[in-house]
Nanobody
Framework: DVQLQASGGGLVQPGGSLRLSCATS????????IAWFRQTPGKEREGVAC????????YYADTVKGRFTVSRNNPENTAALQMDSLKPDDTAVYYC????????????WGQGTQVTVSS
């Protein structure tokens, strides 16, 4: 079975940092781009960051550029999202998802992890 499990969320003060992890299994990780999305009630889901299958190409939403860093470890089938200088607007449930390289559609989704930025 395909599994993607996001973890590492929690409560952090504004200006703080969190590192999210995405553990995967059940598919050929090296063939898939991995992306992070976030969603809050009443808002559309937002693509936050994406890393290509080899790890060489990355994409960031303007709202997180310069503060978040996406990475992956292909031998361990994991991905990570390092979030620094967090703001209250970053509060959301964060999800990781996998896209077969080049298609632009996301084939597999994990359960989310809650990130709350508040003083």
């Amino acid at each position: 079975d395909v599994q993607l499990q996001a973890s590492g969320g929690g409560l952090v003060q504004p200006g703080g940092s969190l590192r999210l992890s995405c553990a995967t299994s059940g598919f050929i990780f090296d063939d898939y781009a991995i992306a992070w999305f976030r969603q809050t009630p009443g808002k559309e889901r937002e693509g936050v960051a994406c890393v290509g299958s080899s790890g060489e190409r990355t994409y960031y939403a303007d709202t997180v550029k310069g503060r978040f860093t996406v990475s992956r470890n292909n031998p361990e089938n994991t991905a990570a999202l390092q979030m620094d200088s967090l703001k209250p607007d970053d509060t959301a449930v964060y999800y990781c998802a996998a896209s077969f390289s080049g298609t632009g559609a996301f084939d597999y989704w994990g359960q989310g992890t809650q990130v709350t930025v508040s003083s």
